[in-house]
């Protein structure tokens, strides 16, 4: 395996090949398979353009050519940063085509997060669109260069602007690839790409995904979501996340032959129209969205759409209310599935024969039934059936280990390989989940993951600022948002004169503290260690108080 991961024990390995788990595909023969199989058929849909799988193949194949004369190779990790653009899927096969591995950011992420992930992988080149909304990714990637993260080579989506080192996607499209590409060989027990973790540490960790690990995941959500090459799905979350990647995702809908059709945001305008327009059957979301697309069609800007395509609504990435949930299948007239997953690998449905009740107060139960769950105290002593406890997994698609990250390792994971998720959960006699809350130091921003370190070791860097604690603060809409509390040095820096600072550091938007108090100590733990659940607990009291009559 790929120096600074960790490989599944042979045994685990052996196990999970026996089952039929995983199958010793990699990424480049999927692609072919299904573009055998489903040639004519629609594989993506993006405004004017689509593409069938044949299409589809030859453009890989065209890329994967132009980026092996650009000078990418085998083994080489390129930071891809595309926003719902088919180019997502042609770079993504192209690069499994020729064998380097892409390395997936969000479109939000800004110079900060992706230099740090351009040099902590050594990549080759960056994909980037030109100008996404209203940013110039250009002059973000020039930023990342002149920051010292290289990478060499950055591939533009649009107009590359002419900077030297700069090529548009456009021009690197050659003549096919001929088979066996080099990727064909890439080995399917080992990494084919990363994916970021939603983190609680200063840095945010790489997560290492094999073809095999991962491509199990794909085939069983696929199999679970009933998807069929009569799927049309709609990509409104951003495509490089986990949860429309592979929950079933757009690659689960290519599994099947299916349609993946891409919306460039998630609000209800947009896709409820795409919706009706593509006569889609199934799409996923995060709980804010899903709260405005039902307000939005209970009487509000979407009310007359058609939508009787519509057979499931995925809800996921963080918890979604009981009572919105209740919501969906009178308001929408599909299902309701609600997904808990991770990007480290676990991930939970619920079931489309589950009873309703199920459906709206759990989070479904794991794909597999090799995914092991453990739910502990406090002592890693198993708590009481059915009684709230962390959460620790393993199985055949969740990771050993983060990219060479082996002191965080040590702590994230237990010696015989269960990863600590940080959820506290419920298991329920059915083997469903209830997530009951977290343990871990990230505020879940609507779906958006925010790891309180990072954050605070930006505002830390402010030379006014001697300490910094960032924690969640219940929001109606959004679940949680963030509150900083800073103890000044001397005086106070000016509240939006600190968050332009850490705007100009590279953070991306969703990051930037929603609320800044500034305070003259913090409250401490027994050992003296701030205590951040006393700090929530005073901007809960704080919002309450000011909320009241
Ligand atoms: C998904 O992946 P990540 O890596 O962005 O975030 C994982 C974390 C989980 O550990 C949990 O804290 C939270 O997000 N979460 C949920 C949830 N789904 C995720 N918390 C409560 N209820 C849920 N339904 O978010 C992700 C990956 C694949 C599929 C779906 C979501």
């Given at each position: 395996?790929?120096?600074?991961?960790?490989?599944?024990?042979?045994?685990?390995?052996?196990?999970?090949?026996?089952?039929?788990?995983?199958?010793?595909?990699?990424?480049?023969?999927?692609?072919?398979?299904?573009?055998?199989?489903?040639?004519?058929?629609?594989?993506?849909?993006?405004?004017?353009?689509?593409?069938?799988?044949?299409?589809?193949?030859?453009?890989?194949?065209?890329?994967?050519?132009?980026?092996?004369?650009?000078?990418?190779?085998?083994?080489?990790?390129?930071?891809?940063?595309?926003?719902?653009?088919?180019?997502?899927?042609?770079?993504?096969?192209?690069?499994?085509?020729?064998?380097?591995?892409?390395?997936?950011?969000?479109?939000?992420?800004?110079?900060?997060?992706?230099?740090?992930?351009?040099?902590?992988?050594?990549?080759?080149?960056?994909?980037?669109?030109?100008?996404?909304?209203?940013?110039?990714?250009?002059?973000?990637?020039?930023?990342?260069?002149?920051?010292?993260?290289?990478?060499?080579?950055?591939?533009?989506?649009?107009?590359?602007?002419?900077?030297?080192?700069?090529?548009?996607?456009?021009?690197?499209?050659?003549?096919?690839?001929?088979?066996?590409?080099?990727?064909?060989?890439?080995?399917?027990?080992?990494?084919?790409?990363?994916?970021?973790?939603?983190?609680?540490?200063?840095?945010?960790?790489?997560?290492?995904?094999?073809?095999?690990?991962?491509?199990?995941?794909?085939?069983?959500?696929?199999?679970?979501?009933?998807?069929?090459?009569?799927?049309?799905?709609?990509?409104a979350l951003?495509?490089?996340?986990?949860?429309?990647?592979?929950?079933?995702?757009?690659?689960?809908?290519?599994?099947?032959?299916?349609?993946?059709?891409?919306?460039?945001?998630p609000s209800p305008?947009?896709?409820?129209?795409?919706?009706?327009?593509?006569?889609?059957?199934?799409?996923?979301v995060v709980p804010p969205v899903a709260l405005l697309w039902l307000d939005a069609v209970d009487g509000g800007s979407q009310?007359?759409?058609?939508?009787?395509?519509?057979?499931?609504l995925?809800v996921g990435g963080a918890k979604f209310g009981e009572q919105a949930a209740r919501r969906v299948?009178p308001t929408l007239?599909?299902?309701l599935?609600q997904?808990f997953?991770?990007?480290?690998?676990?991930?939970?449905?619920?079931?489309?024969?589950?009873?309703?009740?199920?459906?709206v107060t759990?989070q479904?139960?794991?794909?597999?039934?090799?995914?092991?769950?453990?739910?502990?105290?406090?002592?890693?002593?198993?708590?009481?059936?059915?009684?709230?406890?962390?959460?620790?997994?393993?199985?055949?698609?969740?990771?050993?280990?983060?990219?060479?990250?082996?002191?965080?390792?040590?702590?994230?994971?237990?010696?015989?390989?269960?990863?600590?998720?940080?959820?506290v959960?419920?298991?329920?006699?059915?083997?469903?989940?209830v997530v009951e809350g977290r343990?871990?130091?990230q505020i879940n921003r609507g779906g958006e993951k925010i790891?309180a370190?990072?954050?605070?070791?930006?505002?830390?860097?402010?030379?006014?600022?001697?300490?910094?604690?960032v924690v969640a603060v219940p929001d109606a809409f959004l679940g949680e948002r963030t509150c900083a509390?800073?103890?000044?040095?001397?005086?106070?820096?000016?509240?939006?004169?600190?968050?332009?600072?850490?705007?100009?550091?590279?953070?991306?938007a969703y990051k930037i503290p929603d609320r800044v108090e500034?305070?003259?100590?913090?409250?401490?733990?027994?050992?003296?260690?701030?205590?951040?659940r006393?700090l929530r607990q005073a901007i809960t009291a704080e919002l309450r108080r000011t909320a009241a009559p």
């Amino acid at each position: 395996m790929l120096a600074g991961c960790t490989p599944w024990p042979a045994e685990a390995a052996a196990r999970y090949r026996a089952a039929g788990y995983w199958t010793g595909e990699n990424f480049d023969a999927f692609l072919r398979d299904r573009t055998r199989r489903f040639a004519t058929r629609t594989a993506v849909v993006e405004g004017e353009r689509r593409w069938t799988y044949a299409e589809l193949d030859e453009r890989v194949s065209r890329l994967a050519a132009g980026l092996l004369r650009l000078g990418i190779a085998p083994g080489d990790r390129v930071v891809v940063q595309l926003p719902n653009i088919p180019e997502v899927l042609e770079v993504a096969f192209a690069l499994f085509r020729i064998g380097a591995l892409p390395v997936y950011a969000l479109p939000a992420h800004r110079h900060g997060e992706i230099g740090h992930l351009c040099a902590a992988t050594a990549a080759a080149a960056l994909v980037i669109p030109d100008v996404h909304a209203g940013f110039d990714h250009r002059a973000m990637a020039a930023r990342v260069r002149a920051q010292g993260d290289g990478p060499a080579h950055v591939l533009v989506a649009g107009d590359s602007g002419g900077e030297e080192g700069f090529t548009a996607l456009a021009d690197l499209r050659d003549a096919p690839l001929t088979h066996p590409a080099p990727g064909a060989a890439a080995d399917p027990d080992d990494v084919a790409f990363f994916q970021l973790s939603g983190g609680t540490t200063g840095l945010p960790k790489l997560i290492p995904r094999t073809h095999d690990d991962y491509l199990y995941s794909v085939r069983a959500s696929a199999e679970i979501c009933r998807l069929s090459p009569e799927t049309v799905y709609l990509a409104a979350l951003p495509m490089t996340h986990n949860f429309p990647m592979s929950s079933p995702g757009f690659l689960g809908v290519l599994h099947a032959g299916g349609t993946v059709v891409l919306a460039p945001d998630p609000s209800p305008d947009t896709c409820l129209a795409l919706i009706e327009t593509e006569r889609v059957t199934m799409t996923a979301v995060v709980p804010p969205v899903a709260l405005l697309w039902l307000d939005a069609v209970d009487g509000g800007s979407q009310a007359g759409r058609d939508l009787t395509s519509l057979e499931v609504l995925q809800v996921g990435g963080a918890k979604f209310g009981e009572q919105a949930a209740r919501r969906v299948r009178p308001t929408l007239g599909c299902a309701l599935q609600q997904v808990f997953g991770m990007a480290e690998g676990l991930v939970n449905y619920t079931r489309l024969d589950d009873d309703e009740e199920t459906v709206v107060t759990t989070q479904g139960r794991p794909i597999s039934p090799d995914d092991e769950i453990r739910v502990l105290d406090d002592a890693d002593r198993p708590v009481a059936p059915g009684e709230p406890g962390h959460l620790l997994t393993r199985g055949p698609y969740t990771i050993r280990g983060y990219y060479n990250a082996p002191e965080h390792n040590a702590t994230a994971f237990t010696a015989d390989g269960f990863y600590r998720t940080g959820d506290v959960v419920r298991l329920l006699p059915g083997g469903h989940l209830v997530v009951e809350g977290r343990a871990k130091d990230q505020i879940n921003r609507g779906g958006e993951k925010i790891a309180a370190e990072e954050v605070e070791n930006h505002i830390l860097a402010h030379p006014d600022v001697h300490d910094a604690a960032v924690v969640a603060v219940p929001d109606a809409f959004l679940g949680e948002r963030t509150c900083a509390y800073v103890i000044p040095r001397g005086t106070p820096p000016g509240r939006s004169q600190l968050l332009r600072f850490l705007r100009e550091r590279g953070l991306a938007a969703y990051k930037i503290p929603d609320r800044v108090e500034f305070v003259e100590r913090f409250p401490a733990t027994g050992v003296g260690k701030t205590s951040r659940r006393e700090l929530r607990q005073a901007i809960t009291a704080e919002l309450r108080r000011t909320a009241a009559p």
